[in-house]
T-cell receptor, first 111, second 112 residues
């Protein structure tokens, strides 16, 4: 079982549509990070959320950290083909000394 | 300021062989973590080095070992390669073991 569960696993949408990706855990995290990874490359950090209930915006991307610090979401408004990639959430849960990644959400935005 | 670099970019080995992968951390970063990413999956934590000492390990057998050098660059060594070791190996560096990580482009290892 994964410590961080992401849903959906796959998402194929048309350009201009909105979408939300979820990252859930039964563990509490001091912070969660979101990455985007393109084929053949390493993950690129998008944002870190630290405070329970926090909302951060990065242009058309909105990130939210759950009040209980066990979950997070990524919402993309008016998706573009350039948003295509693998979206990963990750973090270090309390009482753990390891960095965990979710299994990822593979997003394909069709023109 | 240079980012995280890894070498080689691609590597093909056969079962039973040994491999060494290299990582240069971002300038000023003293922590390096290694991850294995199988096709279609999220990265799995192998281990982390903080100031030249191992600072946490994932569920990988002892044939996965590592080193961190005084300049904070790092090596990942894998002995007795198995077919399932075929994956993208990612290195990430950070300012300390609790800070944000920045990833290199990875080394694609294929074991035949």
């Amino acid at each position: 079982t994964q410590l961080l569960e992401q849903s959906p696993q796959f998402l194929s949408i048309q350009e201009g549509e909105n979408l939300t990706v979820y990252c859930n855990s039964s563990s509490v995290f001091s912070s969660l990070q979101w990455y985007r990874q393109e084929p053949g490359e390493g993950p690129v950090l998008l944002v870190t959320v630290v405070t329970g209930g926090e909302v951060k915006k990065l242009k058309r991307l909105t990130f939210q950290f759950g009040d209980a610090r066990k979950d997070s979401s990524l919402h993309i408004t008016a998706a573009q083909p350039g948003d295509t990639g693998l979206y990963l959430c990750a973090g270090i849960p309390y009482n753990f000394n390891k960095f965990y990644f979710g299994s990822g959400t593979k997003l394909n935005v069709k023109p | 300021e240079t980012g995280v670099t890894q070498s080689p970019t691609h590597l093909i080995k056969t079962r039973g062989q040994q491999v060494t992968l290299r990582c240069s951390s971002q300038s000023g970063h003293n922590t390096v973590s290694w991850y294995q990413q199988a096709l279609g999956q999220g990265p799995q934590f192998i281990f982390q080095y903080y100031r030249e000492e191992e600072n946490g390990r994932g569920n990988f057998p002892p044939r996965f070992s590592g080193l961190q050098f005084p300049n904070y660059s790092s090596e990942l060594n894998v002995n007795a390669l198995e077919l399932d070791d075929s994956a993208l190996y990612l290195c990430a560096s950070s300012l300390s073991h609790k800070n944000e990580q920045f990833f290199g482009p990875g080394t694609r290892l294929t074991v035949l």
